[in-house]
């Protein structure tokens, strides 16, 4: 399992593996350093074989970084130590320092006008360099010096390697635009929030993680962490060799307002390639003819207006309602006084799991009365983030700072279950989170969306948990559109290419650990 953590959540790990598990934080120290001396030597060979240069400072982030570097020296590796900020040691990094220098290992330091960076560029035979220099704790901006010594970092050949977060990183919320750019985040225990947000998916590079001595079952002793979403934590709805369509859901796509029932014609297509057993297009009943033009595998149901109104007519409706296993409701709904009565039925009625996605989430944006509805178990929001903005009335710029903060305050207002889609997608119901990062920006395409929705109402329709839904829908059609952009020199790719090649990544094996 791929747990991700909150900083708080780290600290309360290492608070309880400290004082009632009894593991000294030295001994803590001790893993990490050597943990990642040993994934570095057995990693990378050959980039160990020349000089290797560690950047400290004096929190306990650079004592990992004394005892990383104390068994590299052990192992037969030249290592030098750059001290590039100043304060006072705690006392575990002090005591490893001091058994660096006992070593006789090579230390420097830069001037106080640091002005004398030629050390990374005059060293002959540089062929690492490791950040240890700050850890989880840093906050705020990295003062204009560490800039200057991370831009000529970032300006040599050598691998990059930071140790637990990249030294100038948000650990919470990924900003950083400043921060030590590594080729490898070698991070303890588990992966960290702001590793999948803003700057930071840019700045860790490949991410492994070390082990440390912290009890497996703490993971999840003290709070529920967030579960990121790869091989290996990924399923699809079960399947049976015995089945009929009856056992793989009804599937209701509501939406297609008056001649543009495109984007609720993507969504049935999609929950019907995810494997739903029927599928039924709702829509206005003047869009029949484009049903009776193009044929397909799903069935359309018109709904007209009663009589000199624009409210929709919905006493045949009500009855096949009742056999819905799973419903979707948005895509090209529109938001008229037809769109909004429907929406406000389903919300009020529906006992299944309900997927509520475009113009139904701008609906509900201009109807705060609506909310009320967001509270029960089975209703699922999914915005991106312009349309999550128009629901908070948040400013963009504010929100991208800090998106876990956001999604967790409008959680807290509303009881809703939402996930937010970005090129990092989450999904929370204040309880438990799950992360995605899957994708490419070939999905920055109209109508994908309104596919992403329907993959979820089909695995809903399957009998797939809610949350489990949303994230899987979302991991797999990622997968399939990084596949895509293989076969292309560009990732121009449309919604219509993501239903035909759903799964491909299955077929051709290329589901991949977030590791390397």
Not at 108 to 122: A, G, H, M, S
Not at 129 to 154: C, R, Y
Not at 298 to 312: D, K, M
Not at 356 to 367: Q, T
Request: include cysteine; aromatic fraction near 10%; glycine fraction near 10%.
């Amino acid at each position: 399992m791929a747990y991700v953590f909150t900083l708080s959540q780290m600290k309360t790990l290492d608070d309880n593996t400290i004082n009632c598990f009894g593991i000294p934080a030295s001994i803590l120290m001790e893993n990490a350093g050597r943990g990642c001396a040993d994934f570095l030597i057995n990693n990378y060979p050959e980039e160990s074989k020349g000089v290797i240069i560690i950047l400290h400072g004096y929190g306990n982030n650079s004592g990992d970084g004394f005892v990383l570097a104390r068994w590299l020296q052990n192992y037969g590796k030249q290592v030098i130590l750059l001290q590039v900020q100043k304060g006072e040691m705690t006392e575990e990094t002090r005591h490893n320092f001091k058994l660096c220098k006992a070593l006789k290992m090579p230390t420097f330091e830069l001037n106080k006008e640091y002005d004398n960076l030629d050390i990374l560029e005059n060293v002959p035979g540089v062929t690492m360099i490791i950040d240890a220099v700050f850890g989880t704790g840093f906050k705020g901006k990295l003062p204009s010096s560490l800039k200057k010594i991370f831009q000529s970092v970032d300006d040599t050949s050598a691998l990059k390697v930071a140790i637990d977060i990249p030294s100038g990183l948000n650990g919470a919320t990924g900003e950083g635009e400043d921060a030590f750019r590594a080729d490898v985040t070698l991070t303890l225990h588990s992966y960290k929030m702001g590793f999948f947000l803003r700057e930071g998916k840019i700045k860790c590079g490949k991410v492994y993680t070390i082990p440390i001595g912290i009890p497996e079952h703490y993971n999840d002793a003290f709070f529920t962490p967030a579960i990121f979403i790869d091989n290996k934590t990924f399923r699809l709805p079960e399947r049976y060799y015995y089945a009929n369509k009856s056992n793989y859901g009804r599937v209701f796509i509501i939406g297609g307002s008056y001649g543009l029932l495109g984007a609720a014609a993507l969504a049935t297509r999609a929950a019907l390639r995810a494997g739903a057993g029927l599928v039924y297009l709702i829509s206005r009943e003047e869009n029949k003819y484009f049903y009776n033009a193009n044929p397909a595998e799903f069935l359309f149901i018109g709904i007209p207006r009663i009589e000199g109104t624009l409210t929709p007519d919905l006493k045949l409706f009500t009855t096949l309602f009742k056999t819905a296993d799973s419903v979707v409701i948005g895509p090209g709904l529109g938001s008229d006084n037809y769109g909004t009565y429907m929406l406000e039925y389903i919300l009020r009625t529906s006992t299944v799991p309900t997927v509520v996605d475009a113009d139904a989430l701008r609906i509900i944006a201009k109807d705060p009365s609506l909310q009320q509805y967001l509270k029960k178990p089975n209703i699922l929001l999914t915005p991106h983030l312009g349309e999550f903005c128009t629901l908070t009335d948040m400013d963009m710029d504010k929100l991208v700072k800090d998106i876990p903060t956001a999604l967790e305050n409008y959680i807290k207002k509303t009881g809703a279950k939402v996930l937010l889609k970005s090129d990092t997608t989450i999904f929370s119901d204040g309880k438990r989170m799950f992360i995605n990062i899957s994708g490419n920006d070939g999905l920055a395409t109209g109508g994908s969306g309104d596919v992403l929705a329907g993959i979820i109402g089909s695995f809903c329709g399957q009998k797939m948990e809610l949350g489990e839904a949303a994230i899987n829908a979302s991991f797999i059609m990622g997968k399939t559109a990084e596949e895509l952009a293989k076969q292309r020199y560009f990732p121009s790719i449309l919604p219509t290419d993501i239903i035909e090649n759903l799964f491909m990544p299955l077929k051709n094996e290329s589901l991949s650990s977030p590791e390397g």
